[in-house]
């Protein structure tokens, strides 16, 4: 049976064509195919949609398009046609259909200005741009007008209004004074969104003349400046404190309407005395997290991509010590038309059927126009192929005249989309493009991928032979993909040889042949050891390798993941590497690497290098710092600089370091300068200029480094233009239409002078663009906004300051910003390859969708459902991540017999494309858990009775049940094993003729078609006689559960003054079981802790009796619920009891009373401690209470037989419900020390309570009778 799958694209010997199309037919991007093969026009490059041209430069609309043949050109203008011929200043780059209109030779751009349109056509269609719209930009000067001077009071706000010139585009706003330093700016000061300086409230120092408010067109790179505003402030003290008022915007409501992915930006700025702080809410829902920022001192909020849902009131609330105010926004987002589905082109064969959708979204719902080669489709030449449903067309029994290039318009009033797609119908023979006699080399046991890249019309049908007259390939050892390759999975000797690929369609047939060589892998027969040496001592670790005869390996070795050091104590010899005169700084990890063209392996092992014996130790120190440090030979760009040493203390100096602090940009910080060897006490040093340069010199022997010298005299040098430009320029785009251009900054000395600047140049790279520069301040970042999604750009920053530029800088490539991928990965294909493993491939997403930097492919995949069960459960999708442009993977950890779905998305920076459609795949059967339980019950003389419990996790179809027994002797010698197979459909067993007064040990597990599960164990024994047990034994455990504890009891035949535990865990878990030991020789037990709704497994055991148990039981908790409340002081008999304890205290005071009138006296504490009844002996705290009949103040004391063991105590806080509720609520009633309750009944016996075995039922009454 053949399979089709994906690709994998990692192989390197594989040559992967991407899809230019989705289609009927996939045309790979053959450059020699494209030039045979026909195609109507694309349009490829194109002006923006509002293009603002400088009217000072050269007017260039793009329009490039391709085809073949080549497309023609033509333009029209305001909807007319543009005859270009007649203008002079008009002309079209040749082959290509962009337009250059001269303006700097004479021509005026605003007589040009206009709405223009390309049309590239050739005989199979025409395509169409976008109707791009020309302005020139506009900056003009600011009208006069005179300024009176602002005189304000103390406390008071102020507006200065800017009132900029109207320019194309708008100018950036910014307010500085007469030395062009910005105005500070703060919550009492700042700037608005018109460009208009608030005040909340004045200061006086706010007094000041040169208020200027600057405006700069990007465009023409020109600065607009308004005349000054003079500000005085006049003090009236104390300034009156006044609650805020809002300056912006009036009203207490105002609207707003804002484009769906624009920047919403909504500003509040208000006044007061304090100044007011401004918070922001939305009525009725929450600011959108991770899209929020606030600026301006939080007076203007801003929402990134806004969309609809963003919508509502918006409300800023101003407030300060004296009061509030408020304002509310109503914002209604509205959407320009938007793809929900662009029209693909198609590439049909004749005779096929296709379709081309186009559906887009907005607010309001745009309308959608269809036309065929630029005219509308109603009055297009007719098509009897072609019918126009809505947003479809549907195109059936197409031939080669039904070639043409359609046009989708999707518009309502804020905007339009125009999309181009052809179809293109051809009929070709059957092509291979994979070369003639290619040699494919694959080490053993690895897949070997033969490619054959095909194309056709219609699509051929492929096939794959071996050897000149071998036979068609068939068969589970090979993998057909479809695109033609051949994946052999396990490639062996045996595979070498020629391979012949066969392309046929009804148009014709082609082979190619290609050649196969399998080589051995590579191996290290020997590896590196674990090695530890002495200080100074030699090492050697070894590396001999074995290898394919025919491959040439190359052997290298690592330190850390590292390249060795550059150290001639190193030596690396042929099959070892050896280290001479081994130091504390060789120790690590030491790794072989062995590399051939196909293979690569390794081995690793540590070296650890310990302290030679120790010797006669010499004082050794670090040596005295220099002094008497002397500057001379000043210069304008190097000084000389002299000094003593201080004492060596027995190390010899091996060299000085010189430090310097500059003293004018960063005073306090000291910096490397250089260093010079220990014999040398003077150094010329090189300084940069507007430097204010201090220097000091530390000496460094073997033991370290000597304190810092003090500091020499101070040296200024002059300024200077910069010597350097910025480091670490990059381009990286933060959303996809801007360019973010980053750089580190100069640092003080490097400025070489005051009023450091960067002028920041880009351009597009691969595109006759000229350069767009901008000077910016000392900063070290700049946003270039509007540009396409993901594009190379050309980038340089340049250093300059007062006295100059720095020298041309270099230029770097940088990217505009990524966007989510617009393609999901195509042809996914699941190849399951046992019960828990399946290898997923797909065809790789084309570069030009990712829109951004390919970082691999998710594959989410989730189990739908057991095949065994048919019962499905909550889904649980797992990710598997798959880095770079790798187009397979391996799923682990699958359930066998089991349904799973599966999807694959593409992956850039910016996040995840669309998920491919779910792919389902099934896993075959494995092997079963072991049996949830195994119970052996009803022993007689010769048998015994099994019970189990069906696998947790069958995986599979139970066929039969596998049950292994063998006697064991008083030694535990193990007798002959005997084996039964049970029929699957069977839950129990009743084994006869079995030896009596005998132990038997038991395996019992599962089977499915594909195996034996895991087995579970078990021990019996069978009785003497039918009167009495040769061997003690545990019978009749029952348990009585609650919610979270429950009571076991069990009957015990045997010896006196047994041990007893009790072991307990969750049914059906593989857990170890836990196990609780028993006080006294009690025969119940109370297990505490355990979870509501729960079934449990337990056993009881006698210690000493060789390992005695019971057989096991399983019990379920009882569910979570509210426990049912007694109040115990609205009961007959508590009210009634503690009356007469009431009156029995007044009798006894009454009596103590005569009795000290008569002067005699009564030592009541003597006797009741002489006649202390042992029944009610008063309890201690910890010995508990009894269930919901004692009060929560007055602990009662119980029958001294009814305690508690100490290490079981049962107090209140551990359960509230009542005695009543544990009759009724379980299958027993048992009380929460783990009696029976029968125990605390009235009887007079006085054994313990534990050999009690009375089961009357809990009263009230009873309960009484432990007090009496």
């Given at each position: 049976?053949?399979?089709?799958?994906?690709?994998?694209?990692?192989?390197?010997?594989?040559?992967?064509?991407?899809?230019?199309?989705?289609?009927?037919?996939?045309?790979?991007?053959?450059?020699?195919?494209?030039?045979?093969?026909?195609?109507?026009?694309?349009?490829?490059?194109?002006?923006?949609?509002?293009?603002?041209?400088?009217?000072?430069?050269?007017?260039?609309?793009?329009?490039?398009?391709?085809?073949?043949?080549?497309?023609?050109?033509?333009?029209?203008?305001?909807?007319?046609?543009?005859?270009?011929?007649?203008?002079?200043?008009?002309?079209?780059?040749?082959?290509?259909?962009?337009?250059?209109?001269?303006?700097?030779?004479?021509?005026?751009?605003?007589?040009?200005?206009?709405?223009?349109?390309?049309?590239?056509?050739?005989?199979?269609?025409?395509?169409?741009?976008?109707?791009?719209?020309?302005?020139?930009?506009?900056?003009?000067?600011?009208?006069?007008?005179?300024?009176?001077?602002?005189?304000?009071?103390?406390?008071?706000?102020?507006?200065?209004?800017?009132?900029?010139?109207?320019?194309?585009?708008?100018?950036?706003?910014?307010?500085?004074?007469?030395?062009?330093?910005?105005?500070?700016?703060?919550?009492?000061?700042?700037?608005?969104?018109?460009?208009?300086?608030?005040?909340?409230?004045?200061?006086?120092?706010?007094?000041?003349?040169?208020?200027?408010?600057?405006?700069?067109?990007?465009?023409?790179?020109?600065?607009?400046?308004?005349?000054?505003?003079?500000?005085?402030?006049?003090?009236?003290?104390?300034?009156?404190?006044?609650?805020?008022?809002?300056?912006?915007?009036?009203?207490?409501?105002?609207?707003?309407?804002?484009?769906?992915?624009?920047?919403?930006?909504?500003?509040?700025?208000?006044?007061?005395?304090?100044?007011?702080?401004?918070?922001?809410?939305?009525?009725?829902?929450?600011?959108?997290?991770?899209?929020?920022?606030?600026?301006?001192?939080?007076?203007?909020?801003?929402?990134?991509?806004?969309?609809?849902?963003?919508?509502?009131?918006?409300?800023?609330?101003?407030?300060?010590?004296?009061?509030?105010?408020?304002?509310?926004?109503?914002?209604?987002?509205?959407?320009?038309?938007?793809?929900?589905?662009?029209?693909?082109?198609?590439?049909?064969?004749?005779?096929?059927?296709?379709?081309?959708?186009?559906?887009?979204?907005?607010?309001?719902?745009?309308?959608?126009?269809?036309?065929?080669?630029?005219?509308?489709?109603?009055?297009?030449?007719?098509?009897?192929?072609?019918?126009?449903?809505?947003?479809?067309?549907?195109?059936?029994?197409?031939?080669?005249?039904?070639?043409?290039?359609?046009?989708?318009?999707?518009?309502?009033?804020?905007?339009?989309?125009?999309?181009?797609?052809?179809?293109?119908?051809?009929?070709?023979?059957?092509?291979?493009?994979?070369?003639?006699?290619?040699?494919?080399?694959?080490?053993?046991?690895?897949?070997?991928?033969?490619?054959?890249?095909?194309?056709?019309?219609?699509?051929?049908?492929?096939?794959?032979?071996?050897?000149?007259?071998?036979?068609?390939?068939?068969?589970?050892?090979?993998?057909?993909?479809?695109?033609?390759?051949?994946?052999?999975?396990?490639?062996?000797?045996?595979?070498?040889?020629?391979?012949?690929?066969?392309?046929?369609?009804?148009?014709?047939?082609?082979?190619?042949?290609?050649?196969?060589?399998?080589?051995?892998?590579?191996?290290?027969?020997?590896?590196?050891?674990?090695?530890?040496?002495?200080?100074?001592?030699?090492?050697?670790?070894?590396?001999?390798?074995?290898?394919?005869?025919?491959?040439?390996?190359?052997?290298?070795?690592?330190?850390?993941?590292?390249?060795?050091?550059?150290?001639?104590?190193?030596?690396?010899?042929?099959?070892?590497?050896?280290?001479?005169?081994?130091?504390?700084?060789?120790?690590?990890?030491?790794?072989?690497?062995?590399?051939?063209?196909?293979?690569?392996?390794?081995?690793?092992?540590?070296?650890?290098?310990?302290?030679?014996?120790?010797?006669?130790?010499?004082?050794?120190?670090?040596?005295?710092?220099?002094?008497?440090?002397?500057?001379?030979?000043?210069?304008?760009?190097?000084?000389?600089?002299?000094?003593?040493?201080?004492?060596?203390?027995?190390?010899?100096?091996?060299?000085?370091?010189?430090?310097?602090?500059?003293?004018?940009?960063?005073?306090?910080?000291?910096?490397?300068?250089?260093?010079?060897?220990?014999?040398?006490?003077?150094?010329?040093?090189?300084?940069?200029?507007?430097?204010?340069?201090?220097?000091?010199?530390?000496?460094?022997?073997?033991?370290?480094?000597?304190?810092?010298?003090?500091?020499?005299?101070?040296?200024?040098?002059?300024?200077?233009?910069?010597?350097?430009?910025?480091?670490?320029?990059?381009?990286?785009?933060?959303?996809?239409?801007?360019?973010?251009?980053?750089?580190?900054?100069?640092?003080?000395?490097?400025?070489?002078?005051?009023?450091?600047?960067?002028?920041?140049?880009?351009?597009?790279?691969?595109?006759?663009?000229?350069?767009?520069?901008?000077?910016?301040?000392?900063?070290?970042?700049?946003?270039?906004?509007?540009?396409?999604?993901?594009?190379?750009?050309?980038?340089?920053?340049?250093?300059?300051?007062?006295?100059?530029?720095?020298?041309?800088?270099?230029?770097?490539?940088?990217?505009?910003?990524?966007?989510?991928?617009?393609?999901?990965?195509?042809?996914?294909?699941?190849?399951?390859?046992?019960?828990?493993?399946?290898?997923?491939?797909?065809?790789?997403?084309?570069?030009?969708?990712?829109?951004?930097?390919?970082?691999?492919?998710?594959?989410?995949?989730?189990?739908?459902?057991?095949?065994?069960?048919?019962?499905?459960?909550?889904?649980?999708?797992?990710?598997?991540?798959f880095r770079g442009n790798k187009t397979f993977g391996m799923l682990p950890g699958l359930e066998p017999y089991s349904s799973y779905k599966l999807n694959v998305r593409v992956v850039n920076g910016k996040g995840e494309g669309p998920a491919s459609p779910d792919k389902v795949f099934k896993t075959p059967e494995g092997v079963?858990?072991?049996?949830?339980?195994?119970?052996?019950?009803?022993?007689?003389?010769?048998?015994?009775?099994?019970?189990?419990?069906?696998?947790?996790?069958?995986?599979?179809?139970?066929?039969?049940?596998?049950?292994?027994?063998?006697?064991?002797?008083?030694?535990?010698?193990?007798?002959?094993?005997?084996?039964?197979?049970?029929?699957?459909?069977?839950?129990?067993?009743?084994?006869?003729?079995?030896?009596?007064?005998?132990?038997?040990?038991?395996?019992?597990?599962?089977?499915?078609?594909?195996?034996?599960?895991?087995?579970?164990?078990?021990?019996?024994?069978?009785?003497?006689?039918?009167?009495?047990?040769?061997?003690?034994?545990?019978?009749?455990?029952?348990?009585?559960?609650?919610?979270?504890?429950?009571?076991?009891?069990?009957?015990?035949?045997?010896?006196?003054?047994?041990?007893?535990?009790?072991?307990?865990?969750?049914?059906?878990?593989?857990?170890?079981?836990?196990?609780?030991?028993?006080?006294?020789?009690?025969?119940?037990?109370?297990?505490?802790?355990?979870?509501?709704?729960?079934?449990?497994?337990?056993?009881?055991?006698?210690?000493?009796?060789?390992?005695?148990?019971?057989?096991?039981?399983?019990?379920?908790?009882?569910?979570?619920?509210?426990?049912?409340?007694?109040?115990?002081?609205?009961?007959?008999?508590?009210?009634?009891?503690?009356?007469?304890?009431?009156?029995?205290?007044?009798?006894?005071?009454?009596?103590?009373?005569?009795?000290?009138?008569?002067?005699?006296?009564?030592?009541?504490?003597?006797?009741?401690?002489?006649?202390?009844?042992?029944?009610?002996?008063?309890?201690?705290?910890?010995?508990?209470?009894?269930?919901?009949?004692?009060?929560?103040?007055?602990?009662?004391?119980?029958?001294?037989?009814?305690?508690?063991?100490?290490?079981?105590?049962?107090?209140?806080?551990?359960?509230?419900?009542?005695?009543?509720?544990?009759?009724?609520?379980?299958?027993?009633?048992?009380?929460?020390?783990?009696?029976?309750?029968?125990?605390?009944?009235?009887?007079?016996?006085?054994?313990?309570?534990?050999?009690?075995?009375?089961?009357?039922?809990?009263?009230?009454?009873?309960?009484?009778?432990?007090?009496?």
């Open positions: 049976m053949m399979k089709k799958k994906s690709i994998p694209a990692s192989k390197p010997f594989l040559i992967l064509f991407l899809c230019q199309i989705i289609s009927a037919l996939d045309v790979p991007l053959d450059s020699k195919l494209l030039e045979e093969l026909s195609q109507p026009p694309t349009i490829t490059h194109q002006s923006p949609k509002d293009y603002i041209v400088d009217p000072r430069e050269n007017i260039v609309i793009q329009c490039e398009a391709k085809g073949k043949p080549p497309p023609s050109f033509s333009w029209t203008r305001n909807g007319t046609h543009f005859d270009i011929d007649k203008d002079a200043q008009v002309t079209m780059k040749p082959n290509s259909g962009t337009l250059v209109i001269n303006i700097m030779n004479g021509g005026k751009a605003e007589a040009y200005e206009g709405v223009y349109q390309c049309t590239a056509r050739n005989e199979r269609g025409a395509a169409i741009s976008n109707n791009i719209v020309i302005r020139p930009s506009r900056s003009p000067l600011w009208t006069k007008e005179k300024l009176e001077p602002n005189q304000v009071r103390e406390g008071d706000s102020l507006v200065l209004h800017c009132r900029p010139p109207v320019g194309l585009p708008p100018p950036i706003i910014f307010w500085m004074d007469n030395a062009f330093q910005r105005l500070p700016q703060s919550e009492r000061v700042s700037q608005g969104l018109n460009g208009d300086l608030y005040f909340s409230n004045v200061q006086p120092e706010d007094t000041r003349e040169d208020y200027i408010c600057y405006a700069r067109f990007n465009h023409t790179q020109t600065i607009q400046q308004k005349q000054p505003i003079s500000v005085k402030v006049f003090s009236t003290k104390p300034a009156t404190e006044r609650q805020p008022v809002l300056l912006t915007p009036t009203g207490s409501t105002s609207t707003k309407v804002e484009l769906r992915g624009n920047v919403l930006l909504l500003e509040c700025i208000a006044a007061g005395l304090p100044t007011p702080v401004i918070r922001w809410i939305k009525e009725g829902g929450e600011l959108p997290a991770n899209r929020t920022f606030f600026e301006n001192f939080k007076k203007t909020l801003k929402i990134i991509d806004v969309s609809e849902a963003d919508s509502g009131n918006y409300k800023c609330i101003a407030r300060n010590t004296l009061g509030s105010v408020h304002h509310v926004i109503s914002v209604t987002v509205k959407a320009a038309p938007y793809w929900i589905t662009a029209p693909r082109n198609l590439v049909l064969s004749p005779g096929e059927d296709g379709t081309l959708i186009c559906r887009a979204n907005g607010n309001p719902k745009p309308s959608i126009s269809w036309l065929a080669n630029g005219v509308p489709i109603a009055i297009a030449p007719e098509d009897p192929s072609r019918k126009v449903d809505g947003d479809t067309i549907i195109f059936s029994h197409v031939q080669e005249r039904s070639s043409a290039v359609y046009q989708c318009n999707a518009s309502n009033e804020y905007g339009y989309l125009l999309a181009n797609a052809f179809v293109n119908v051809l009929a070709e023979p059957p092509r291979i493009l994979t070369p003639a006699n290619k040699l494919y080399q694959v080490i053993a046991d690895s897949p070997a991928l033969l490619d054959c890249a095909y194309f056709g019309s219609p699509k051929p049908e492929i096939e794959w032979f071996k050897g000149v007259k071998g036979s068609i390939l068939r068969g589970n050892e090979y993998v057909f993909h479809d695109n033609g390759t051949l994946e052999i999975p396990v490639a062996q000797k045996d595979s070498t040889g020629t391979y012949t690929c066969v392309a046929r369609n009804e148009l014709g047939k082609i082979q190619n042949e290609v050649h196969l060589e399998i080589k051995d892998p590579t191996m290290i027969i020997k590896q590196p050891e674990y090695k530890v040496v002495q200080r100074y001592g030699q090492v050697s670790f070894e590396c001999i390798i074995k290898h394919d005869s025919t491959l040439l390996p190359t052997v290298m070795w690592l330190k850390d993941n590292d390249e060795l050091p550059d150290d001639e104590r190193f030596l690396v010899g042929k099959d070892n590497l050896t280290i001479m005169n081994v130091t504390d700084k060789d120790d690590g990890t030491y790794t072989c690497i062995v590399n051939t063209t196909l293979d690569s392996v390794s081995a690793s092992a540590v070296l650890t290098v310990v302290a030679a014996p120790p010797t006669p130790a010499i004082i050794y120190a670090r040596p005295n710092p220099p002094f008497d440090l002397e500057l001379t030979g000043q210069l304008e760009r190097s000084i000389e600089l002299s000094w003593i040493p201080g004492d060596e203390n027995n190390s010899p100096i091996t060299h000085f370091v010189i430090e310097y602090e500059d003293g004018l940009h960063e005073p306090g910080v000291w910096h490397y300068q250089t260093e010079v060897p220990g014999t040398q006490t003077t150094v010329q040093l090189k300084l940069s200029p507007y430097v204010n340069y201090s220097f000091r010199v530390i000496a460094v022997n073997k033991i370290g480094r000597s304190q810092p010298s003090e500091p020499s005299e101070q040296y200024l040098t002059k300024s200077a233009s910069p010597d350097e430009n910025p480091a670490n320029v990059q381009g990286i785009g933060s959303e996809p239409d801007n360019l973010v251009i980053t750089w580190e900054s100069l640092k003080g000395f490097q400025s070489n002078g005051p009023g450091l600047q960067y002028k920041v140049s880009w351009r597009q790279k691969d595109v006759d663009d000229e350069w767009t520069s901008v000077i910016v301040a000392n900063v070290s970042k700049y946003i270039v906004s509007g540009t396409p999604t993901f594009v190379p750009y050309e980038i340089k920053v340049q250093a300059l300051n007062d006295l100059g530029y720095a020298p041309e800088p270099s230029e770097v490539i940088g990217h505009s910003g990524e966007d989510l991928p617009m393609v999901a990965p195509g042809n996914v294909q699941v190849h399951v390859i046992n019960s828990t493993l399946a290898k997923v491939h797909w065809d790789p997403v084309p570069l030009k969708s990712v829109r951004g930097h390919l970082q691999g492919y998710k594959v989410y995949y989730w189990k739908v459902q057991s095949l065994s069960r048919r019962s499905r459960r909550h889904v649980e999708k797992k990710i598997l991540t079963p858990s072991s049996p949830s339980y195994l119970k052996i019950t009803n022993p007689t003389l010769d048998s015994l009775t099994l019970e189990w419990g069906s696998p947790t996790h069958p995986n599979g179809v139970l066929t039969s049940y596998i049950l292994k027994f063998q006697p064991i002797n008083n030694t535990h010698e193990l007798g002959p094993l005997v084996e039964i197979r049970i029929p699957a459909n069977e839950s129990s067993l009743i084994l006869k003729n079995l030896n009596y007064s005998t132990r038997y040990k038991f395996y019992f597990n599962a089977q499915t078609s594909v195996g034996s599960g895991s087995q579970i164990t078990e021990e019996a024994v069978t009785i003497m006689d039918e009167v009495q047990p040769l061997y003690p034994r545990i019978r009749n455990v029952t348990t009585a559960a609650a919610e979270t504890y429950a009571n076991i009891s069990w009957e015990y035949e045997g010896p006196d003054h047994a041990n007893f535990y009790v072991e307990y865990g969750v049914a059906g878990s593989k857990e170890d079981w836990k196990k609780e030991i028993v006080n006294g020789s009690r025969s119940f037990f109370v297990l505490k802790g355990l979870t509501p709704g729960t079934a449990y497994k337990v056993r009881v055991g006698a210690e000493g009796l060789s390992g005695f148990r019971s057989s096991e039981d399983v019990f379920e908790t009882g569910p979570a619920m509210a426990s049912r409340q007694v109040d115990i002081a609205t009961q007959g008999w508590f009210i009634g009891l503690m009356c007469a304890v009431a009156l029995l205290i007044l009798i006894l005071l009454i009596v103590c009373f005569i009795r000290r009138n008569k002067g005699g006296k009564y030592p009541v504490k003597e006797k009741e401690d002489a006649h202390a009844d042992p029944e009610i002996q008063p309890m201690k705290e910890d010995d508990g209470t009894f269930g919901e009949y004692s009060d929560a103040e007055d602990h009662k004391p119980l029958k001294k037989g009814s305690r508690t063991p100490s290490d079981r105590t049962v107090k209140k806080e551990d359960s509230d419900d009542s005695l009543v509720d544990y009759g009724e609520g379980v299958n027993g009633q048992f009380n929460e020390d783990g009696s029976f309750i029968g125990q605390y009944s009235g009887k007079k016996e006085k054994e313990p309570a534990e050999g009690n075995e009375s089961s009357e039922a809990p009263s009230p009454v009873n309960a009484m009778n432990s007090f009496v």
